[in-house]
Each structure stands twice: as C-alpha cells, then as structure tokens.
C-alpha cells in the first residue's frame, strides 16, 4: 500500500517560521520571492520531502532560511493577513473526509464556518458547557483507573501500553460530551462504534496532503488507491456517525440537565433544516470525536513517557498533587487551577511533541505581502510548529523537556501547538483540562517505571499527529496508600 504522507509537501516550499508550502507562486520578477532549493521539473521539490516531514522541512531550513520569523507567523495568522489567510486548500480530505469540506476543520472561511464555530463555542466548548460536563470527564478518567487497577490486583507489578488505552479513554468522552452515551464499554459497545475508533489510525493518515492534491489531474485514476481508502474509511465513519444521530433521536436526553452538542443541533432542525442537515451534524460530531481522540491520546503517550524518563520531573509532580490534594480523595477538575506544575507538564509535552507538526494547511484568499515577500493568491500556508516550539533562539535549552520554563506563562507566537488567529482549535479547553485531569489522576493513584535500564525511545513518526514510533510501553502498580481508594471504585465503571 503506498505511503501518501511522503507527499505531504508542494512543489515549491516557502517556510513561515521553518516553512510554507505553497500550491505555486507565480513567476514576477518585479515582485520579491522566497528563497528556495532549486526545484526539479514537473515534481518540484517534492524529492526533498522525506519522512517524517518536519524534520525535512526544518533541515531545508538551515541551508535556505526561516525567511519569516515569528513575527511573520504573526502577521499571517493574527494581524492584517489573518482572515487572507483563514482559508484552507480544497483537498481530498476535506472533500472525502469531512462530508464535502462541510466540517470546521476543511470548510472555506465564510458564513458556514462562521455558524459552525458559532454552534460549537455555545454548546461544547464555553465556559459553562465545560462545567455541566466534567462529570462526565471525570468519570470516564475514573473508568481507566478501575481497569489499570484490576490489571495490577494484589498490588504488583504489570505491563502496560498506555496509547490504545488512552485512545478509548478520550473516544468515550468525545463522543459521550457531544452525544450524552457511551458507546465502547463492553456492556454498550456498537459494532460501528469500535470500527470507527479501530479506523482513526487510518483516517489521521489520510489526512495530510497527498500527491493527488498536489497532481489534480491524477484524481481520476487513483494510483495509490487514495481516494478508494477514503471513501472506505468514510463509510465506517458515517455509519457510526448516523447511528448517533438516529439513537438521540429515539430517546432525547434522558435524565441530564442539559442538551448535549448533537441534541442542540437536532432540536434546531426546523428552524434552519439546510444548516442542520444531518451531514453538517455527523461532520461537526466526526471532526470532534476524530481530532480530540488522536491528537490527545498521542500528547498524553509523550507526557507519560517524558515522566518515566526524568524521574525528578515525575517526583516533583508528585509531591505537588500531595501538597494541594493529598491520598483521601481522587483528584478532580476542579483542583487543577490550583495544580500549575501539572498544567506545566501537559505545556511542556504540547511544545517539544505538537499534536499538529505541521498543522492543516491555510489558503491565501488574495495576494498579499508577508514579510517584503508577494505572496499569490491561492498559495498553501503551512507552519512548522515543531521546528518554531524547538528553536533555540526563543527557548533555552529547547529540545530539554523542562516545565518549569511554562511557569511565566509569557509563551507568545513560540507556542502555537493549537493553532492561532481565526482558524485556532475550538477544543484547546477542553483538552488541556482532560489531559491534565488524566496524568493528575494517573501519577495520583500509582507508580510507574520503565522496562529495563535502557533508554526510552523518543523518536517521533510522521503523520498529521506526530505519534511515537515505537509505543510507550510500562510498568505499573498502584500507590499503597491509593488502594483503599481504588478498591472502592464502584462496579458499574467496569467496561
């Protein structure tokens, strides 16, 4: 099966901060253009652009120039060029992905993304929402305890791998925020519901950019089979997506005291059907469900390894939650604000692993000039964040995982790994509230250590959520002065 991520790059290679990438900039020599590698006939650069990507680009970098600097980040993403840059590139994956670009994530900036940021900011992600919802949170967290706590009985030792466990952790409570169920405990799993987290893996990959995005006119033949993986990972994904929509139909909101994201679009149906169609409800719920699941269970993989591979950073977390919340109850929500190195940690993790490398690409919608440079109309933007959030001239000792150096909290454009400007993810809230709340909890109620003595592997793959190569794997058991706690872990959190 061909690897399309190796393709995740234009013919002509700008770099915003290490580097954009453009669909192609037109040939005007009375108008200033980025430096570049000398590119090949019809493929461009695209021989230069090795797995993973990143780090390609940010080689490319040190031989060409970042030629834009933060400040240029800046002046695209949040000052003048902001909304000439709000837009995204018409890709396969919008249009195979994301029920024809109509999900947050891929749709044109406009009126249609305007009133998705609008239903998604009022009924999943604002101040108040967030509050009705951290019990479920919160639950959810406790539902991983229970099953590491049972792997671990008699208190020993025992092997775990903690991504595909964070993978259900945050699916559960993705799909639980927005749909008011739980679809993956045995007692409720739905057949569509584990085949579309088990297709998450495939459906992140198919993401990036492909060669067909980049060479239109081979669309039509699929010669790597691009648009036939497309078009099956969608199926899985729209069967689950309709059978949440047609089950909150049949039994409304049972006993909760709010409306979940999928029942406030279902009840305002009548008063705009073409907004509310069913595919723009199963388009916000996928792109939710699908974008917090990955990226969150693969920052949290990185937090977790980083703690097992600076022992001093994971006793100082440690003492912390001691401190402020002690060993008689479990951490919650609400302890985290008075938690700072915690939230440290989840800082620290986002800005040496971005959940987005590179990010989904951005589309001039005019000309424009960013940095003394004519930048044409419909040229692909795309940032290095990993590159930005490890140079050296903005960070000390930048490839060293320190959160202390998060306590100013004065990070700037340095440290951007959920985007900025108009196109800046509407989920950053609630994912740093659950990632904290989940390695609060976990360094709360057990000990963890390596395997072995040597040393953790820290290499990154490619891909649009940088995953670790190799996955974690660990040893755990709980905290003597936890078992009480945990042992009182009531029954009906057994998946």
């Keep these: 099966m061909a690897d399309t991520r190796n393709h995740a790059a234009n013919p002509s290679v700008l770099k915003l901060n290490k580097f954009i990438s453009p669909s192609n900039i037109r040939d005007n020599k009375r108008k200033p253009r980025p430096p570049g590698p000398p590119a090949l006939p019809i493929i461009g650069h695209l021989h230069l652009l090795k797995q993973p990507i990143h780090r390609s680009i940010h080689?490319?970098?040190?031989?060409?120039?970042?030629?834009?600097?933060?400040?240029?980040?800046?002046?695209?993403?949040?000052?003048?060029?902001?909304?000439?840059?709000?837009?995204?590139?018409?890709?396969?994956?919008?249009?195979?992905?994301?029920?024809?670009?109509?999900?947050?994530?891929?749709?044109?900036?406009?009126?249609?993304?305007?009133?998705?940021?609008?239903?998604?900011?009022?009924?999943?992600?604002?101040?108040?929402?967030?509050?009705?919802?951290?019990?479920?949170?919160?639950?959810?967290?406790?539902?991983?305890?229970?099953?590491l706590f049972d792997k671990c009985r008699g208190g020993g030792w025992a092997q775990v791998e903690p991504r595909h466990r964070f993978?259900?952790?945050?699916?559960?409570?993705?799909?639980?925020?927005?749909?008011?169920?739980?679809?993956?405990?045995?007692?409720?799993?739905?057949?569509?519901?584990?085949?579309?987290?088990n297709s998450m893996d495939e459906i992140f990959e198919l993401l990036d950019l492909s060669m067909l995005d980049l060479f239109p006119i081979l669309q039509w033949l699929d010669p790597f089979g691009v648009v036939k993986r497309m078009k099956k990972a969608m199926m899985v994904e729209d069967n689950f997506l309709q059978s949440l929509l047609d089950e909150n139909r049949r039994k409304g909101n049972d006993e909760r005291k709010y409306m979940t994201l999928v029942e406030a679009m279902l009840s305002q149906k009548h008063t705009d059907p073409v907004f509310f169609s069913d595919d723009n409800i199963k388009a916000i719920s996928g792109a939710i469900i699908a974008a917090g699941t990955e990226t969150s269970a693969s920052t949290m993989e990185w937090a977790l390894a980083n703690l097992l591979k600076h022992p001093e950073v994971m006793k100082k977390l440690k003492a912390e939650i001691e401190s402020e919340v002690g060993t008689e109850r479990f951490l919650d929500e609400s302890d985290i604000g008075k938690l700072p190195y915690l939230q440290n940690v989840v800082l620290e993790t986002l800005r040496l692993y971005p959940a987005g490398g590179l990010g989904l690409p951005r589309m001039n919608s005019e000309d424009c000039t960013v940095g003394g440079y004519h930048i044409p109309k419909g040229t692909m933007l795309m940032v290095n964040v990993w590159a930005m959030q490890r140079d050296p001239k903005l960070w000390r000792d930048a490839s060293r995982f320190m959160p202390e150096r998060m306590e100013s909290g004065q990070t700037g454009?340095?440290?951007?790994?959920?985007?900025?400007?108009?196109?800046?993810?509407?989920?950053?809230?609630?994912?740093?509230?659950?990632?904290?709340?989940?390695m609060g909890l976990l360094v709360q109620a057990f000990e963890w250590k390596k395997i072995g003595d040597g040393e953790i592997d820290m290499m990154e793959g490619g891909g649009l959520t940088l995953p670790k190569v190799e996955p974690l794997v660990a040893l755990i058991r709980p905290r003597p002065e936890m078992i009480t706690l945990l042992s009182q872990l009531s029954s009906n959190t057994d998946h």
């Excluded at 101040?127 to 099953?147: F, G, H, N, Y």
């Design 59 to 147: 080689k490319l970098s040190h031989t060409y120039g970042p030629i834009m600097s933060l400040r240029f980040v800046e002046e695209c993403l949040v000052k003048k060029n902001d909304i000439v840059f709000a837009n995204r590139p018409l890709t396969l994956a919008g249009k195979y992905l994301s029920y024809d670009y109509k999900s947050m994530a891929f749709a044109p900036y406009g009126d249609h993304w305007r009133g998705l940021r609008r239903i998604t900011n009022q009924e999943l992600s604002s101040t108040s929402r967030l509050a009705l919802s951290s019990p479920a949170r919160e639950d959810e967290v406790l539902i991983l305890l229970k099953q």
């Design 167 to 197: 993978v259900d952790l945050i699916f559960d409570v993705m799909v639980r925020m927005i749909s008011g169920k739980r679809y993956c405990g045995t007692d409720v799993a739905s057949k569509e519901a584990m085949e579309f987290k």
């Design 413 to 438: 454009y340095g440290f951007i790994p959920f985007g900025a400007g108009r196109r800046i993810c509407p989920g950053a809230n609630i994912a740093k509230r659950l990632m904290a709340l989940t």
